[in-house]
């Protein structure tokens, strides 16, 4: 069986990579490449997968459809995580997330966690505020593999 953390590890090789595999109103699956990293939930302390996020369409279909699966890949090796998704950002407030400087922390603990770094976090706080982003963590439900 694969665990959490050996799924995640594979992204390490690339670069934080996975695929965000989200369902779309129609029932049609909906794929995007993301950096993604694993990081205890800020309210709970259980290991979560989290990555960020912006615009209209994914974030519709996970505020409707919060379930989701990533897979991770190293070479021929790959793991998937299953699991359900949390919104925290503007537009999607959460009781942990009080104020305005624990969403600025998150998304760069989530940043960081992906393998992330920055010359000017000044500057990757006004993107973010710019773009509105939100966090996506993921509660896992479920992780298998190939190996």
Same mark, same amino acid.
């Given at each position: 069986?694969?665990?959490?953390?050996?799924?995640?590890?594979?992204?390490?090789?690339?670069?934080?990579?996975?695929?965000?595999?989200?369902?779309?109103?129609?029932?049609?699956?909906?794929?995007?490449?993301?950096?993604?990293?694993?990081?205890?939930?800020?309210?709970?302390?259980?290991?979560?997968?989290?990555?960020?996020? &912006?615009? +209209? =369409?994914?974030?519709?279909?996970? !505020? %409707?459809?919060?379930?989701? #699966?990533? @897979?991770?890949?190293?070479?021929?090796?790959?793991?998937?995580?299953?699991?359900?998704?949390?919104?925290?950002?503007?537009?999607?407030?959460?009781?942990?997330?009080?104020?305005?400087?624990?969403?600025?922390?998150?998304?760069?603990?989530?940043?960081?966690?992906?393998?992330?770094?920055?010359?000017?976090?000044?500057? &990757?706080? +006004? =993107?973010?505020?710019?773009?509105? !982003? %939100?966090?996506?963590?993921? #509660?896992? @439900?479920?992780?298998?593999?190939?190996?």
């Amino acid at each position: 069986m694969t665990t959490l953390d050996e799924a995640a590890a594979l992204a390490t090789a690339e670069h934080g990579l996975a695929v965000v595999s989200t369902v779309r109103a129609d029932g049609t699956v909906q794929a995007s490449l993301v950096n993604i990293g694993l990081l205890p939930h800020p309210a709970s302390a259980e290991p979560s997968l989290g990555f960020t996020t &912006y615009g +209209r =369409v994914k974030l519709a279909n996970l !505020r %409707a459809r919060p379930q989701l #699966a990533v @897979t991770f890949r190293d070479g021929w090796q790959w793991a998937t995580v299953e699991g359900r998704a949390e919104l925290a950002g503007p537009d999607d407030p959460q009781p942990w997330l009080a104020g305005a400087d624990r969403l600025r922390l998150l998304l760069r603990d989530v940043f960081s966690a992906a393998g992330g770094t920055h010359d000017d976090w000044d500057e &990757y706080d +006004r =993107v973010m505020a710019k773009e509105r !982003r %939100a966090v996506v963590l993921i #509660a896992p @439900t479920r992780v298998y593999s190939n190996g």
